[in-house]
């Protein structure tokens, strides 16, 4: 059995890790706080969302630093994740019959698809 290359923390770094940047709020402070997919103990917080995408970049350089120095396993980046969030731009939606009637007529009168209308109404809402 061949023996498996331990990677480095500059090879764990060129790993594509899927993140989520969202709004943050506690106490006095109101930002945007980031964090990976696969581990979510890797996270940064910043006043904006570049400035967490940023500092989480330093987080997950010391994290792995730290997670080499200490024999910690470090997940590697989950594909199927990342394949999942590609966007076919299909939706199933599921509604209340009346709405279902409400914005079929709506489609009707202006004359357009019902999803076409469905898209537009989204799009508005945005």
Do not use: C
Not at 53 to 63: A, F, S
């Amino acid at each position: 059995m061949a023996k498996r290359k331990t990677l480095t923390v500059d090879d764990y770094m060129k790993l594509d890790y899927a993140f989520v940047v969202l709004p943050f709020s506690e106490d006095d402070f109101s930002g945007y706080r980031a964090f990976l997919i696969d581990i979510p103990a890797v996270e940064s917080i910043g006043a904006t969302p570049e400035e967490a995408l940023r500092d989480l970049n330093d987080v997950k350089k010391e994290w792995f630093a730290y997670a080499l120095a200490k024999s910690i396993t470090i997940p590697e980046p989950n594909t199927a994740f990342q394949a999942a969030m590609t966007y076919s731009g299909r939706v199933t939606l599921r509604m209340p019959k009346t709405l279902h009637r409400q914005v079929s007529e709506r489609a009707t009168l202006d004359g357009v698809s019902l999803n076409a209308y469905l898209n537009s109404a989204i799009q508005r809402g945005m």
